[in-house]
């Protein structure tokens, strides 16, 4: 096994990394920005290194920087967590080239599915249903609207190499259309340094169903169940459970045996997530797949007792998959729920600040994975999670309950959290049943 792993990402998941690897018996080395000095996870990490000023462009950005830390810490691989380098085919690339250890896909699978518009290709090449939507990414305006008035309006337009909601319009007509593929192209640009763009058929209602799928260097595949991620704002999922509600048995299976037949299209290796949407009349949509571990990734482990951060790092260092597909069962129902520090009755305006009081909640099947403590400074240049409460219990029902418990007892001040918002989500009657949609959310909102 590794002896030492250097970690590049920061927060809650450079926390949960930290904490598997001390299971395992391996170091860890943290970097950091100046921003972060104070930050909890550094003081888990056996070294820690500072890559930089805030600016995440500067620091958890910068590939120089963290492959330094990790030549002068002597390392043998890298943790990339989710966000910043996570998807980053060049990084991969780097580490490959440095002789590091990179702990996810190679760089070659990630610039196959990180193109969201081949993506959607190979899929077609292996029959799997996708989105009505555009054949290669877009150039100009001219063949957008063509594009749009093919398909039928309303139209999504996503950043090819996209992720997060960033780079994503809805237009529903030819003047809404030309004014959102600027806006779309100026966001991608910033968010993933490429304005590439392409556009698909909006479909409304519909729901987020995600797989979650473990592959090693062998051949070997399997998924560990779906995930239902329709309760979000502005394409960013804020509460995730699995199983998912109301979701008939065999389209479950072919779902999940289609996230199966893309990686091994791929021959993809390490954990993944492939994403799916389901209309009103039950059909699934192939949409893209996700190269790296997924922040709601707590709810699969929940419900399968499988540590995935574990899986990452033994299938990283060569290991044979020791799952098998007949053998993996999933128990009762998981949900969580995002903790941004957000206000969402002021169009979810991020906070940044001191937390003057922090306290979390406990209990039978409850899981807390954070970062913060009373007296942390949240900086103001990142992704806005606080946090992620996560509960397991036996039947939905008991699970909501226990949500609603511990909603009630997570206590943050200082700043705005969704805290409220997910009171309200979790107490409303439709969520109870499992009907919800994409829209659930700005419905909600709506109706106050």
């Known amino acids: 096994m590794f002896s030492r792993i250097l970690v590049a990402n920061?927060?809650?998941?450079?926390?949960?990394?930290?904490?598997?690897?001390?299971?395992?018996?391996?170091?860890?080395?943290?970097?950091?920005?100046?921003?972060?000095?104070?930050?909890?996870?550094?003081?888990?990490?056996?070294?820690?290194?500072?890559?930089?000023?805030?600016?995440?462009?500067?620091?958890?950005l910068n590939i120089p920087s963290i492959i330094s830390a990790a030549e002068i810490t002597d390392i043998e691989a890298i943790h990339p967590g989710y966000g910043f380098l996570a998807e980053n085919s060049h990084f991969a690339e780097v580490c490959e080239s440095s002789n590091i250890v990179f702990i996810?896909?190679?760089?070659?699978?990630?610039?196959?599915?990180?193109?969201?518009?081949?993506?959607?290709n190979i899929a077609i090449e292996n029959?799997?249903?996708?989105?009505?939507?555009?054949?290669?990414?877009?150039?100009?305006?001219?063949?957008?609207?063509?594009?749009?008035?093919?398909?039928?309006?309303?139209?999504?337009?996503?950043?090819?190499?996209?992720?997060?909601?960033?780079?994503?319009?809805?237009?529903?007509?030819?003047?809404?259309?030309?004014?959102?593929?600027?806006?779309?192209?100026?966001?991608?640009?910033?968010?993933?340094?490429?304005?590439?763009?392409?556009?698909?058929?909006?479909?409304?209602?519909?729901?987020?169903?995600?797989?979650?799928?473990?592959?090693?260097?062998?051949?070997?595949?399997?998924?560990?169940?779906?995930?239902?991620?329709?309760?979000?704002?502005?394409?960013?999922?804020?509460?995730?459970?699995?199983?998912?509600?109301?979701?008939?048995?065999?389209?479950?299976?072919?779902?999940?045996?289609?996230?199966?037949?893309?990686?091994?299209?791929?021959?993809y290796t390490n954990v993944g997530t492939v994403e799916f949407l389901v209309d009103s009349e039950g059909k699934f949509y192939f949409?893209?797949?996700?190269?790296?571990?997924?922040?709601?990734?707590?709810?699969?482990?929940?419900?399968?007792?499988?540590?995935?951060?574990?899986?990452?790092?033994?299938?990283?260092?060569?290991?044979?998959?020791?799952?098998?597909?007949?053998?993996?069962?999933?128990?009762?129902?998981?949900?969580?729920?995002?903790?941004n520090a957000e206000d969402p009755d002021n169009g979810f305006r991020p906070y940044a600040g001191k937390i003057t009081m922090c306290s979390v909640p406990g209990g039978k099947g409850v899981r807390v994975d954070s970062h913060v403590y009373a007296g942390y400074e949240v900086p103001p240049y990142y992704d806005s999670l606080l946090g992620k409460l996560i509960v397991h219990q036996k039947e939905r029902e008991e699970a909501i309950a226990c949500m609603k418990r511990a909603l009630s007892e997570y206590r943050i001040e200082g700043i705005k959290t969704t805290i409220p918002l997910h009171l309200k989500v979790i107490s409303d009657s439709r969520f109870a049943t499992g009907d919800v949609d994409t829209h659930f959310v700005e419905n909600l909102i709506d109706e106050k």
């Not at 998959?321 to 903790?339: D, F, H, P, T, W």
């Open 10 to 60: 920061r927060g809650e998941i450079a926390l949960r990394i930290i904490r598997t690897c001390k299971e395992l018996g391996i170091e860890t080395v943290a970097v950091y920005s100046k921003a972060d000095k104070d930050a909890l996870y550094l003081q888990s990490a056996d070294a820690h290194v500072c890559i930089g000023p805030g600016e995440s462009a500067e620091s958890y």
């Open 127 to 267: 029959k799997i249903p996708v989105i009505p939507g555009s054949d290669s990414t877009i150039n100009d305006q001219q063949q957008a609207l063509e594009v749009a008035h093919k398909i039928g309006y309303p139209v999504l337009i996503k950043a090819s190499f996209g992720g997060g909601g960033r780079g994503m319009r809805v237009a529903h007509n030819d003047i809404s259309l030309v004014n959102a593929l600027a806006v779309a192209q100026r966001e991608a640009k910033v968010a993933f340094n490429d304005s590439s763009i392409y556009i698909e058929k909006y479909i409304e209602p519909s729901r987020h169903i995600e797989v979650q799928i473990v592959a090693d260097k062998y051949g070997n595949v399997v998924h560990l169940g779906e995930r239902d991620c329709s309760i979000q704002r502005r394409h960013q999922k804020l509460v995730e459970q699995a199983p998912s509600p109301n979701l008939a048995d065999q389209l479950r299976e072919d779902i999940c045996k289609s996230a199966i037949k893309l990686a091994k299209a791929v021959s």
């Open 287 to 339: 949409i893209e797949m996700n190269t790296r571990l997924q922040v709601e990734h707590p709810v699969t482990e929940m419900i399968t007792g499988i540590d995935l951060v574990k899986e990452q790092i033994r299938i990283a260092y060569g290991e044979r998959l020791n799952l098998r597909q007949k053998k993996i069962k999933s128990e009762g129902v998981a949900i969580e729920c995002r903790i």
């Open 104 to 120: 996810g896909p190679n760089s070659g699978v990630m610039n196959k599915m990180g193109d969201k518009t081949l993506a959607r």
